[in-house]
């Protein structure tokens, strides 16, 4: 033939089908079979052989890939998408009382100063920025259990008897909260340590302090029929705050010992001191306390 059929489209750098002798262009008996070098034929060029069905040219270049009517084109491997590495987000283990427990390892052993927010998330397997999603700053990560501990004391008081008296069932309220696993008291003992040898640390505590008193105002508000703002309220959830903290200290000062019996102590020192009792709606000058 002396050159390509009509419709058959013909790429840069040609393909032929070769079917016996090649031979320059001419037909070999065969209709629609092409051999030898033809029109735009490079020397060298390897060739391809194939037979294309009668009445039905072959495609060549980009259109060779496109997908047949009616079937699927397959894109990527079967083998399915290859895994992705896990980047630097929060581990399933990771919750608030974890990284507490690594800040107070942290900052025991070289000092809270000297301790980076950076370190702390590294520490913990996470980035800076997840670790503000727990908390709002370097100090608070030695408050982790706080907010979990104001929700009981108030649902404590809240189900308390009636008839006993505002203090009384602020004691029990208190030392409730406080209730502690012997192998839970170490790491409060490093803790309470930590915060009292450090004035942020402090400020910090007193920060959240203000919300415990908050609910120790607002329970004996209601016992007492008075606002939560008035200044009895008020004198009994600091007078109560300054009793547990005495409770504390105490314990603090030994090597060992229970928390609870402390606190119970100091507080009922401060109602027999008091005078203050009273049931559901008593006034401040109520009976005492049992």
Known sequence: MAGPRAGWPRKAGPMCWQVGEPGAGHANGRAGRRTGAGPGRQEGRPTINRKPSAGR?????????????????????????????????RPPS??????????????????????????????????????????????????????????????????????????????????????????????LRLRMQLQHGHPALIANA???????????????????????????????ARSVFGAAYAGFASWLSDDAGDLSPRLDAALRTLAEASRIGGGTRDSAASRPAQ
């Not at 990560?141 to 505002?166: G, W």
């Not at 329970?219 to 007492?224: E, G, K, S, V, Y």
Request: glycine share 6%; hydrophobic share 45%; charged share 25%.
């Open 57 to 89: 040219p072959l495609r060549l270049g980009s259109a060779a890939d496109a997908p047949a009517a009616g079937r699927p084109q397959r894109t990527g491997s079967t083998a399915g998408p290859a895994p992705v590495p896990p980047g630097l987000g």
């Open 94 to 187: 990771t919750t608030r009382h974890r990284l507490q427990e690594i800040a107070i390892e942290m900052f025991s052993a070289r000092g809270y100063d000297e301790v980076t927010i950076e370190e702390l998330a590294a520490a913990a397997g996470i980035s800076r920025r997840t670790f503000f999603r727990y908390f709002g700053s370097k100090a608070d990560a030695l408050m982790a259990d706080f907010d979990e501990d104001v929700q009981r004391l108030r649902s404590i008081l809240a189900a308390s008897d009636p008839d006993l008296p505002v203090l009384d069932a602020i004691r029990q309220a208190v030392v409730a909260v406080n209730s502690y696993r012997a192998e839970d008291l170490a790491q």
């Open 206 to 236: 007193i920060m959240h302090y203000e919300r415990w008193q908050s609910v120790v105002a607002e329970f004996a508000a209601d016992r007492l029929g008075q606002p939560a703002g008035e200044l009895l309220p008020q004198v009994i």
